[in-house]
């Protein structure tokens, strides 16, 4: 401490994380059903056998389950290292994380737009150089748009309910 400045780091909220990052593999095993032919980024990393299932609903729900977590676990992850908690501060972190999201999926709407507009050092970063692949061969759909909405307002609310009492503001 020096002076009235405390220069130790805030606690991080490794609860949030650990849910964070076992319901990135819980939208993983829906990848696995929903990705035929290997365009998903981080999937082409790992040697893993494409899941077939001929049930109506696991295929229904490989569809739009990625895109409810994906906000959902990135509100989580953000909101585990944000040193201080209240409804405004979950509010702006949910709905960053929704208009992030929405912004891909709307760029998928308008794929020669978002294309053209992507820099070219993109190319050289990486998880960046995978920008124009995601909208090429990304399709839009109505429903992914909901899942987003539902996956942020569900992060939301989980953030309230579990919200830590000594970091409150």
Same mark, same amino acid.
Request: overall charge positive; some cysteine.
């Given at each position: ?26 939208? /993983?095993?829906?990848?696995?059903? =929903?990705?035929? $032919? ?8 790992? $040697? ?10 696991? =295929? ?6 990625? $895109?409810?977590?994906? +906000? ?7 909101? /585990? ?37 992507? +820099? ?20 839009? $759909?109505?429903?992914?748009?909901? /899942? ?14 579990? =919200?830590?009492? =000594?970091?409150?503001?």
């Amino acid at each position: 401490m020096i002076g009235d400045f405390n220069l130790t780091m805030p606690p991080i909220n490794y609860k949030r994380i650990f849910i964070g990052v076992l319901c990135l593999f819980l939208a /993983a095993i829906f990848y696995l059903f =929903k990705s035929q $032919d290997r365009i998903i980024y981080f999937i082409k990393f790992f $040697d893993l056998p494409m899941l077939e299932t001929n049930c109506i609903t696991i =295929k229904i729900l490989s569809n739009h389950i990625p $895109d409810m977590i994906h +906000p959902f676990v990135f509100i989580l992850l953000t909101s /585990a290292l944000i040193p201080f908690e209240s409804k405004k501060m979950f509010l702006l972190i949910a709905s960053f994380w929704c208009i992030v999201n929405l912004f891909f999926e709307i760029g998928q709407l308008f794929k020669t737009t978002f294309i053209s507009r992507i +820099p070219n050092i993109f190319n050289s970063i990486p998880f960046l150089e995978n920008t124009e692949s995601f909208f090429v061969n990304g399709t839009f $759909d109505v429903f992914d748009i909901c /899942a987003t909405v539902l996956g942020s307002v569900m992060g939301y609310i989980f953030l309230l309910i579990h =919200k830590n009492k =000594k970091n409150s503001r």
